[in-house]
């Protein structure tokens, strides 16, 4: 979603704003600008596409200055053109948002009745609008922008600045993260730590609801109900924010790449000997009468593939919902339940609202996510950090891993407490677990032969997936890896659901990947692949070697991975999906980072 930072520096602010912007490139945007007070003056700069577009223009047409706001925009209200970009101003106000104003178009008629128009599409240009109109009615700026924040309806992060304040800048959340950042007479915003690595690592997080009040050397923090509070200052590890792509073309690649170190870091943090490493607020899993997960997209699929472990391995009754599905059915909780969240960023807007709807219905909150200081994490009982550290690119790689890594520790942890697992199968898998990362390594080993596979799927306009247990959510983010960034229609089923209708789209102009280790279920899945192999269809087989044997040779392409522990292969068997995906991306030319109407992190509903 939209980037905002904000700076009342010492040394002029164009351009750390734009390298800050850089920082929040992940997030997903389509035009960036910025706005700052020189000597008294508000003036902006705004500009459609990457950031280079910006830093031309600034570049030709400079904008000085040591106190400014800046942007990058994801369009929600209005296409992304450079009238509708970020900063949005009205007289003396500016105004950066990420977020949807849900009443702008009732305020609109509001400011009508006082003859104020708009002039763009967007509902942040409201907030300006509605500020600017409390100013003239003998408001100070701060005041102005306070009773505006009391009439928005929605989620917001706003920055404001104001022309002839070049040592003020408001900021406000509800719904949307934002942190303050503390430098020598210095202050910062940001949407995230990221974005403010650079310039400090002493961080303020703005709790729901807040409104801050900058200067350089002062910060105010008034809660939702006015009253005037204190927040934490953190500092944060300067090596977790940093983005670079070390040497890879992008940072996916980089990303993909990492999962054998990252995935070991995150064994070590949780592993001591034969013994599971968890918080003691953990509940007694033993206690529990049923597990419900919700997530959204990739974190969707990972708590479907744990839905399976805990199930078979602890006995577990499980319910796993879409985010943006769950609180709208209003399902019934019940005693001994306990709710279970994923999310990569721990900001995404639909899983925080079903948190928030479990809130007192729930035995226990849980949370698996990525950034220790995120909404989610705060607003659980339990959170359980996934140890990824930074990841860039939209399309979640190392994340989901390590989000897998995290929900089968609980699995075995909550089948260990229900009696469902002895003491010598624990020891056993968690001595398989610690292996991973090595065949993490030799799977990586196997990129050639994807790549080569990736090349032909990348001439396909249709792609189908098939898995069985296990391997069917693996091959739903299969196929939606390759939808995200190389933009071709890939869809995914159950194997044994092809003759109910998928079978129908078979020819030779289809490839199907097939997801098939040599477990239980293998046999049945080679029969749903001959089915396909009769019909015409080109199947790329992923399995190991004594699936590959077993299958022959008359398929099309066979990647064969190491043996693993049926229990571990949704870990190993991402990898290939993973570059599958990218591959066919860079024989397609699209931005594999970026790709086209995405954004990491999905703060809006």
């Known amino acids: 979603m939209c980037g905002i930072v904000g700076v009342l520096g010492q040394h002029e602010a164009a351009p750390l704003l734009v390298e800050a912007l850089k920082r929040l490139e992940y997030r997903g945007y389509d035009s960036a600008g910025i706005a700052t007070i020189n000597k008294g003056t508000l003036d902006r700069r705004r500009a459609v596409g990457k950031l280079v577009n910006l830093s031309d223009m600034l570049v030709h047409n400079p904008l000085p200055g040591k106190s400014g706001i800046g942007h990058t925009r994801w369009a929600t209200h209005g296409a992304p053109n450079a009238t509708n970009a970020h900063p949005h101003q009205s007289g003396p106000v ?345 065949l993490f390594n030799a799977t990586l080993d196997r990129d050639p032969t994807l790549a080569k596979a990736a090349q032909k799927i990348a001439e396909a306009r249709d792609v189908l997936f098939l898995g069985r247990g296990l391997m069917y959510p693996l091959a739903l983010e299969g196929a939606l890896k390759l939808k995200e960034i190389s933009y071709i229609h890939a869809e995914a089923y159950a194997s044994g659901e092809l003759k109910h209708g998928p079978i129908a789209l078979i020819d030779k102009a289809v490839p199907v990947v097939v997801m098939a280790p040599r477990d239980t279920l293998f046999d049945k899945t080679v029969s749903n692949m001959h089915e396909v192999m009769a019909r015409g269809g080109k199947v790329c087989l992923i399995t190991d070697a004594s699936g590959a044997e077993a299958a022959g040779s008359d398929v099309w392409r066979t990647i064969v991975l190491p043996e693993v522990d049926p229990i571990l292969s949704p870990l190993l068997y991402a990898l290939p999906a993973q570059l599958l995906a990218y591959h066919a991306a860079i024989a397609k030319g699209t931005d594999v980072d970026q790709p086209r109407n995405l954004a990491k992190s999905v703060t809006v509903e």
């Open 94 to 438: 500016a105004v950066v948002h990420n977020g949807i104003i849900e009443n702008f178009k009732e305020l609109r008629v509001e400011l009508a009745d006082h003859q104020i128009t708009p002039e763009t599409d967007t509902d942040t240009e409201t907030i300006a609008l509605l500020t600017h109109h409390f100013m003239q009615q003998g408001l100070s700026h701060v005041e102005a922008a306070r009773k505006c924040l009391s009439r928005l309806e929605g989620a917001f992060a706003l920055a404001f600045l104001f022309d002839g304040e070049d040592d003020l800048i408001v900021a406000a959340r509800k719904g949307s993260p934002l942190a303050i950042g503390h430098g020598d007479e210095e202050m910062f915003v940001g949407s995230d730590a990221i974005a403010l690595a650079p310039l400090t690592d002493r961080i303020t997080y703005l709790e729901e609801g807040d409104c801050a009040i900058l200067t350089r050397h002062t910060l105010d923090i008034f809660d939702e109900s006015g009253a005037n509070v204190i927040r934490e200052l953190r500092q944060i590890s300067m090596d977790a924010a940093r983005v670079d792509k070390g040497g890879y073309k992008h940072f996916m690649a980089k990303e993909i790449a990492e999962q054998p170190t990252v995935l070991a870091d995150a064994l070590r943090a949780y592993l001591d000997g034969d013994t599971i490493v968890l918080p003691d607020t953990l509940p007694d899993f033993s206690k529990i009468d049923r597990l419900t997960m919700v997530a959204c997209g990739t974190a969707f699929y990972a708590c479907l593939t744990a839905k399976y472990w805990f199930e078979q391995l602890a006995q577990l009754p499980v319910e796993v919902d879409i985010a943006s599905e769950f609180r709208y059915r209003e399902p019934p909780i019940t005693s001994g339940t306990v709710a279970l969240f994923v999310s990569q960023s721990g900001e995404t807007a639909d899983t925080l609202a079903a948190l928030r709807y479990c809130k007192g219905k729930a035995e226990k909150i849980l949370s698996v996510v990525n950034v220790d200081e995120s909404s989610i994490a705060r607003e659980s009982d339990v959170a359980l950090p996934i140890h990824a550290g930074v990841e860039v690119g939209v399309a979640s790689t190392k994340a989901f891993t390590c989000q897998l890594n995290a929900l089968l520790l609980l699995a075995l942890k909550a089948a260990h407490q229900r009696g469902k697992m002895s003491d010598e199968k624990l020891s056993e898998t968690l001595t398989n677990l610690r292996a991973l990362p090595g």
